[in-house]
């Protein structure tokens, strides 16, 4: 079902339609374009108060800009839903993140208009640098613009653009978005920064004044110019001592400025656009405006709510009728918990996750104990590095895809030192519908390679907490990865236990085929033996919970027993858990037919992780189908 736009932007297919619309018809372009949101994720679902937040800014941007000529980069894309609908997408736009529509996230395939691929935090500015920096040596003028939020702002990538920006002479125009939010709540200093600047009564005043005489810059000549730059720099430094942290990197900043109202944005934008050099805009804005629910309510929430009722706000939410398991997300944050009130030494950090990692529990249950420290996983993990080396035993929760970002500080600042730094990767596997961008394929492949580092992955809630207890003791790196959503047991909380380090178990006896699980794929497993067994077929199943180190005395007894063998893994096939297996294979000495089943060489896009784990063969389907047909060529004797 196609939701129906306003009459207005029933006209609009791409920024040239906008552009032929009187600037005293964005208001109500803009009150359309809101509504269209809002009309389809509440029917649909999808990020929500990201995109309500910059549709005054998305509007003026397509108005004043010369897209896709103009380069136009979006910081993770969470709000760029209004760019969607506006550059040729809004007929299709009721497809946003389901599997085979539209990509939840700017991607260049899907649109000329998408100019960088994201997903991840704090990479607008160096890509949007970069383009700068391409246009200059190749003598084109053309805008080149990166419109990032403070909770971005926040990771380190974005301060190496901003140093490098100040110093290259492009034309570049860094839009900060500011909402006081990421997904959760904005944290540390730069944050208490911003509101200091947007709260200073005095700087307001002056900076309206210093404004309307910038806006007036064409009418003069050179001179004046220069006259009133330093006049602007002498205001700034005398009333806002603040804004010298732009301005120390050599970045001109404006603002800030309201950034719901579009008439004045695109006065601004224009005049930004005649002012040469790297710039930025500070843009102050509200998560969720325009939507009372979203507005006024919990903001995290509202980031992304699923489906809702959009005249009473209340989000849809199936009832169990039996009971049901918990997200492994839930089970990792309570025991976490439970762990850290036997051993004083526990601490928890999270980049920026709280809420969706459920490190939340923790800071509210220990507030001296658990830390948010910001869009900021290398930090997060070096952080983490520093507390051990003083005794304490940190759990670094970060989602398998934001913990690529800090591979370089898991080997050199935890692993060579051999800390006992216990990492839970959750998201592992396929993230749904946020796509190729957060699906967590990589990990198993990363890590195991990794000196000194334990890889172990739970089938279920119990596995988790028993994992979690043993990487509490084990005195050295210890990593654990579990999959996005919920688990399988809904009377989950078992007594803790350790796990000798590198044991896996034996689920099922069987004969002629050993199927060789790790981590919650051994459900599916399950699953399919069942059917398998209707069938007349008795395939064994073995959990092996760790990659590394592989448990040898189960694989000799699986390779004495067994010629063919089926590995499954929600991670790559390239280097994951298969390929480990045929590594001990070929070191033993043993000789198999070995099935991986497991994320081919290739990017999967979005949609429910069972229809992605269906598209690459091992949902509990497709596995029973690997069964079968190695069966088919078993020898009997």
Same mark, same amino acid.
């Given at each position: 079902?196609?939701?129906?736009?306003?009459?207005?932007?029933?006209?609009?297919?791409?920024?040239?339609?906008?552009?032929?619309?009187?600037?005293?018809?964005?208001?109500?372009?803009?009150?359309?374009? /809101?509504?269209?949101?809002?009309?389809?994720?509440?029917?649909?679902?999808?990020?929500?108060?990201?995109?309500?937040?910059? +549709?005054?800014?998305?509007?003026?941007?397509?108005?004043?800009?010369?897209?896709?000529?103009?380069?136009? +980069?979006?910081?993770?894309?969470?709000?760029?839903?209004?760019?969607?609908?506006?550059?040729?997408?809004?007929? /299709?736009?009721?497809?946003?993140?389901?599997?085979?529509?539209?990509?939840?996230?700017?991607?260049?395939?899907?649109?000329?208009?998408?100019?960088?691929?994201?997903?991840?935090?704090?990479?607008?500015?160096?890509?949007?640098?970069?383009?700068?920096?391409?246009?200059?040596?190749?003598?084109?003028?053309?805008?080149?613009?990166?419109?990032?939020?403070?909770?971005?702002?926040?990771?380190?990538?974005?301060?190496?653009?901003?140093?490098?920006?100040?110093?290259?002479?492009?034309?570049?125009?860094?839009?900060?978005?500011?909402?006081?939010?990421?997904?959760?709540?904005?944290?540390?200093?730069?944050?208490?920064?911003?509101?200091?600047?947007?709260?200073?009564?005095?700087?307001?005043?002056?900076?309206?004044?210093?404004?309307?005489?910038?806006?007036?810059?064409?009418?003069?000549?050179?001179?004046?110019?220069?006259?009133?730059?330093?006049?602007e720099g002498a205001v700034k430094s005398a009333v806002l001592k603040q804004s010298n942290l732009f301005e120390s990197l050599n970045l001109r900043y404006f603002g800030p400025v309201d950034g719901h109202d579009v008439d004045h944005l695109v006065e601004i934008l224009k005049d930004m656009r005649d002012i040469p050099g790297p710039k930025i805009l500070h843009c102050v804005t509200v998560k969720g405006k325009g939507y009372g629910?979203?507005?006024?309510?919990?903001?995290?929430?509202?980031?992304?709510?699923?489906?809702?009722?959009?005249?009473?706000?209340?989000?849809?939410?199936?009832?169990?009728?039996?009971?049901?398991?918990?997200?492994?997300?839930?089970?990792?944050?309570?025991?976490?918990?439970?762990?850290?009130?036997?051993?004083?030494?526990?601490?928890?950090?999270?980049?920026?996750?709280?809420?969706?990692?459920?490190?939340?529990?923790?800071?509210?249950?220990?507030?001296?104990?658990?830390?948010?420290?910001?869009?900021?996983?290398?930090?997060?993990?070096?952080?983490?590095?520093?507390?051990?080396?003083?005794?304490?035993?940190?759990?670094?929760?970060?989602?398998?895809?934001?913990?690529?970002?800090?591979?370089?500080?898991?080997?050199?600042?935890?692993?060579?030192?051999?800390?006992?730094?216990?990492?839970?990767?959750?998201?592992?596997?396929?993230?749904?519908?946020?796509?190729?961008?957060?699906?967590?394929?990589?990990?198993?492949?990363?890590?195991?390679?990794?000196?000194?580092?334990?890889?172990?992955?739970?089938?279920?809630?119990?596995?988790?907490?028993?994992?979690?207890?043993?990487?509490?003791?084990?005195?050295?790196?210890?990593?654990?990865?579990?999959? /996005?959503?919920?688990?399988?047991?809904?009377?989950?909380?078992?007594?803790? /236990?350790?796990?000798? +380090?590198?044991?896996?178990?034996?689920?099922?006896?069987?004969?002629?085929?050993?199927?060789?699980?790790?981590?919650?794929?051994?459900?599916?497993?399950?699953?399919?033996?069942?059917?398998?067994?209707?069938?007349?077929?008795?395939?064994?199943?073995?959990?092996?919970?760790?990659?590394?180190?592989?448990?040898?005395?189960?694989?000799?007894?699986?390779?004495?027993?067994?010629?063919?063998?089926?590995?499954?893994?929600?991670?790559?096939?390239?280097?994951?858990?298969?390929?480990?297996?045929?590594?001990?294979?070929?070191?033993?000495?043993?000789?198999?037919?070995?099935?991986?089943?497991?994320?081919?060489?290739?990017?999967?896009?979005?949609?429910?992780?069972?229809?992605?784990?269906?598209?690459?063969?091992?949902?509990?389907?497709?596995?029973?189908?690997?069964?079968?047909?190695?069966?088919?060529?078993?020898?009997?004797?």
């Amino acid at each position: 079902m196609q939701i129906t736009p306003g009459p207005l932007l029933a006209q609009i297919q791409t920024p040239e339609d906008l552009k032929k619309f009187p600037k005293e018809k964005l208001v109500q372009i803009c009150e359309e374009l /809101r509504h269209f949101i809002v009309d389809n994720v509440s029917v649909y679902g999808g990020h929500f108060g990201a995109s309500l937040g910059v +549709v005054e800014l998305t509007v003026a941007l397509h108005y004043v800009l010369n897209t896709p000529q103009d380069q136009l +980069v979006w910081d993770v894309g969470h709000q760029a839903y209004g760019h969607k609908i506006l550059t040729g997408r809004r007929e /299709r736009f009721h497809t946003n993140r389901v599997y085979g529509g539209l990509s939840g996230f700017p991607k260049r395939k899907e649109s000329e208009y998408d100019t960088f691929g994201v997903g991840h935090s704090s990479t607008s500015i160096s890509a949007a640098l970069g383009m700068a920096m391409a246009s200059k040596y190749k003598g084109t003028d053309i805008q080149h613009v990166a419109v990032i939020g403070d909770g971005s702002m926040t990771g380190g990538m974005a301060f190496e653009a901003m140093n490098h920006a100040g110093v290259s002479g492009t034309n570049l125009l860094i839009i900060l978005n500011d909402n006081c939010m990421s997904i959760d709540p904005n944290v540390g200093a730069l944050k208490d920064y911003l509101t200091d600047i947007t709260t200073s009564h005095t700087y307001n005043k002056v900076k309206d004044e210093v404004w309307n005489i910038l806006g007036k810059l064409s009418k003069f000549g050179s001179s004046a110019q220069e006259i009133i730059s330093k006049v602007e720099g002498a205001v700034k430094s005398a009333v806002l001592k603040q804004s010298n942290l732009f301005e120390s990197l050599n970045l001109r900043y404006f603002g800030p400025v309201d950034g719901h109202d579009v008439d004045h944005l695109v006065e601004i934008l224009k005049d930004m656009r005649d002012i040469p050099g790297p710039k930025i805009l500070h843009c102050v804005t509200v998560k969720g405006k325009g939507y009372g629910p979203a507005e006024s309510g919990n903001k995290t929430t509202w980031h992304a709510p699923g489906t809702f009722d959009k005249v009473t706000g209340e989000i849809f939410k199936k009832v169990p009728t039996t009971p049901q398991a918990p997200k492994y997300q839930d089970v990792f944050g309570h025991t976490l918990v439970e762990l850290a009130e036997k051993d004083p030494r526990i601490m928890g950090v999270t980049p920026a996750m709280p809420s969706g990692s459920s490190m939340n529990i923790m800071m509210k249950a220990m507030p001296d104990r658990a830390f948010d420290v910001g869009i900021a996983e290398q930090h997060a993990v070096t952080f983490s590095a520093g507390m051990a080396t003083q005794g304490l035993v940190p759990f670094c929760n970060i989602y398998s895809s934001f913990m690529q970002r800090a591979y370089d500080q898991v080997i050199h600042d935890v692993c060579l030192q051999n800390l006992p730094v216990v990492f839970c990767l959750d998201r592992a596997g396929f993230a749904g519908a946020d796509g190729p961008t957060h699906h967590g394929a990589y990990d198993i492949a990363y890590f195991r390679c990794v000196p000194n580092l334990v890889v172990a992955a739970p089938m279920n809630e119990e596995e988790l907490r028993n994992m979690m207890f043993t990487g509490s003791t084990y005195g050295g790196p210890f990593s654990i990865r579990y999959p /996005r959503g919920n688990g399988v047991m809904p009377e989950w909380k078992t007594p803790l /236990r350790e796990i000798p +380090v590198g044991q896996g178990r034996i689920i099922r006896e069987g004969e002629d085929i050993a199927i060789l699980t790790l981590g919650h794929m051994g459900n599916y497993a399950m699953e399919a033996c069942a059917s398998l067994v209707k069938e007349g077929l008795n395939p064994a199943h073995y959990d092996m919970r760790f990659v590394k180190p592989l448990d040898s005395d189960l694989l000799h007894e699986v390779f004495s027993k067994f010629k063919k063998i089926v590995t499954v893994e929600d991670g790559c096939l390239m280097g994951g858990f298969g390929s480990a297996v045929l590594e001990w294979m070929m070191d033993h000495g043993y000789q198999a037919q070995v099935k991986r089943l497991g994320i081919p060489d290739d990017i999967i896009e979005h949609g429910e992780q069972i229809e992605l784990h269906r598209e690459c063969g091992f949902d509990p389907d497709g596995i029973a189908a690997t069964v079968r047909s190695l069966a088919e060529h078993v020898h009997v004797s």
